[in-house]
């Protein structure tokens, strides 16, 4: 067995064992992270959308007869509210009353304004989304009398409608759409750095502090192949922490029932895969970045501070994104985390990649992966990294 | 074998207050001495002598700034990679990694020293009785006592039969049976022919176990020798004695508590 394999693998066989590495590897990271971030996601798209197909039960107060036609029209069924209905409807009984005026029928035929109250309860949430529907409802066909009452008198509907606004958004993706899309690979980058936090801190660090460094150094072994094996067993768990937050996030989107994150997000297999080869790059460059700060570190509560701050960095892309509307430039490709960002908001929406902006965000991360690791095997070469004091 | 000529080596120590420059610091000047193989030989000096320094360039860990390093007729500057399979050694904090078990732990060492197959479980079969670790060759080590640390600390820096064998302090912290056993393993190496070199502060030990010593003082080599010359040169009786007249300090112990 070679030299690297020998140290590649005690290094993952050692931090299988350690409980912290293989929590935030493969379970926080993986599991929980996508858990609480797509739950709240989730949970923000149900609050605020209304589905159309779905029968609404809708109470009516006294006699609606005059508007059951049209709103069943809308799929929304009525049914007699009965006694005692304001307290039904604050006990959540009951999403939503409707009540017409006494002279509906009456004033509409004069050509009079006709009054309809609905009663809801803004503190609960059916409540709100029943009465948006029935509103929503209620405004088609208000639209569609006005016109037909100035059309009775002879008069073009158009006299009282000045303008007609349409909005053309020429953006890439929607705003909600573009806000979703940057939340898988947001957990994914999170996820990335979760899973090498704990194996860059024992790998580097921790060997220096348990002085288990100065015996390996004095074996026949090349600085470099150490480094090379220590940071493939880094990728290991990287790469192992990215694939299985792909899995979870795959199976958590397609299962949960919920026709409207179907809209959003372009949802199968091949994405994820082709997501994760998007990612594979990037996975290298953390991982010789994470052992780069650890190798700097004198102990490892040391490298746990440095890691811990340095793990905010690569959040900064969807902050960055987020709130300051950057618009997307060749310049932003070559900078990791950003350009994966970038390149997966467009693959999640189901946009076609350029070739141009994936050369540059793979060639970026490679290069500079290549010159932390380059750096890694200087310090491990000098003999700074035992003189060091812990 | 290990020869040593001229070696000298300093540190830059960065001053404690904000801006203020490095110091220069001598660990050793100018220090030769020898170690021969079918010898345990000793390099005695108090803490901060330069004991550690010396050891830690012989095993090509760090540079000399002038000086030459020879072990088994291999440059420790020009041809270190030879230097490391020719020894073993064991530093002063053995370093066993907690969650791998004793046998994990020595058989990591000796598949990067290139020992593997029935090479490597021969070794074993031959280190696990010498060293008394039946018991513990399973189980993990962290939680291991000082003797059992050093056993498997031992075991790992013998797994390659290397002809020469280094360890620094190996008997701090040990109990005095374990200390026993372990004078009884360097002594019957060192009838195997092997070469051993070992950095102590403890005169009893180097007494009882030592066929050659070399005295360092503040990064000095002040008296080389076999111990009985070494006392029969300072005229003293004991080898503590003979250390500290070595040293240039006063043997007068209510002397020395008055100043």
């Known amino acids: 067995m070679n030299t690297f394999l020998t140290v590649y693998l005690k290094e993952v066989k050692d931090n299988l064992r350690d409980k912290r590495s293989v929590f935030f590897a493969l379970l926080y990271g993986p599991l929980l992270l996508p858990l609480m971030v797509l739950g709240s996601l989730v949970g923000g798209i149900k609050k605020h959308s209304v589905n159309f197909d779905e029968t609404l039960v809708v109470y009516a107060a006294g006699d609606v007869s005059a508007a059951r036609q049209f709103l069943a029209e809308k799929n929304i069924r009525l049914k007699a509210a009965g006694e005692n209905w304001q307290q039904r409807l604050r006990d959540g009984e009951l999403n939503v009353v409707i009540e017409l005026d006494q002279n509906y029928q009456q004033n509409l035929v004069d050509g009079r304004t006709a009054f309809v109250t609905f009663y809801f309860d803004s503190e609960n949430d059916v409540s709100v989304k029943a009465k948006q529907r029935l509103h929503s409802a209620w405004q088609a066909y208000h639209s569609q009398l006005a016109a037909l009452r100035l059309a009775a008198r002879g008069m073009n509907e158009q006299l009282t409608r000045p303008f007609q606004f349409i909005d053309a958004d020429i953006a890439e993706t929607g705003g909600p759409e573009k806000t979703v899309a940057r939340m898988l690979p947001f957990i994914v980058i999170m996820a990335l750095t979760l899973g090498g936090f704990y194996l860059a801190v024992d790998i580097c660090a921790g060997e220096r502090e348990r002085h288990s460094l100065e015996p390996l150094l004095s074996l026949s072994m090349r600085r470099s192949t150490l480094v090379f094996a220590k940071w493939a067993a880094l990728c290991t768990f990287v790469c192992l922490a990215g694939a299985l937050t792909l899995l979870s996030c795959f199976l958590l989107l397609n299962y949960i029932p919920l026709a409207e994150l179907k809209r959003f997000f372009h949802i199968d297999a091949w994405m994820f895969l082709k997501l994760f080869f998007l990612m594979l790059p990037l996975m290298l460059f953390l991982a010789s970045a994470m052992l780069l700060i650890a190798s700097f570190a004198r102990n490892a509560k040391e490298a746990q501070t440095h890691l811990g701050i340095a793990m905010m960095l690569p959040m900064a892309p969807f902050f960055l994104l987020e709130f300051l509307s950057i618009k997307a430039s060749k310049l932003l490709f070559a900078i990791p985390v950003m350009s994966q960002f970038l390149l997966a908001e467009r693959l999640v929406v189901d946009e076609n990649l350029a070739v141009e902006a994936l050369l540059l965000s793979f060639s970026s991360c490679l290069a500079l992966a290549v010159i932390f690791l380059l750096q890694i095997i200087r310090i491990f070469s000098s003999e700074n990294i035992l003189t060091k004091e812990a | ?259």
């Open chain 2, 1 to 259: 074998m290990i020869e040593v000529k001229g070696l000298s080596k300093y540190y830059d120590k960065r001053g404690g207050a904000f801006m203020q420059k490095k110091q220069r610091i001598c660990a050793l000047a100018d220090v030769s001495f020898c170690a021969r193989d079918g010898e345990i030989s000793a390099l005695l000096g108090a803490n901060g002598a330069g004991k550690s320094s010396a050891l830690r360039i012989i095993a090509t860990l760090l540079k000399a700034d002038s000086g030459t390093v020879s072990v088994d007729g291999f440059d420790s500057a020009s041809e270190a990679l030879q230097v490391r399979k020719h020894l073993g050694f064991m530093p002063h904090n053995s370093g066993l990694y907690p969650r791998l078990t004793a046998v994990e732990n020595i058989r990591y060492y000796a598949e990067i020293a290139g020992v593997t197959g029935d090479k490597l479980e021969k070794s074993l079969a031959t280190l696990i009785p010498m060293l008394d670790m039946q018991e513990i060759a399973e189980r993990r080590c962290g939680g291991f006592s000082q003797g059992q640390t050093m056993k498997v600390a031992l075991a790992r820096a013998l797994i390659h039969k290397p002809k020469t064998l280094m360890l620094d302090e190996p008997s701090n912290g040990l109990d005095v049976m374990a200390t026993r056993k372990l004078r009884t393993i360097l002594r019957r190496l060192r009838d195997e022919g092997h070469c051993i070199l070992l950095s102590s502060h403890i005169m009893q030990e180097v007494d009882a176990l030592c066929d050659h010593v070399a005295i360092i003082n503040e990064g000095r080599i002040t008296l080389e020798g076999a111990v009985a010359d070494i006392k029969r040169q300072t005229g003293q009786s004991n080898l503590e004695d003979a250390f500290v007249f070595a040293i240039g300090e006063s043997l007068d112990e209510n002397a020395e508590a008055q100043a």
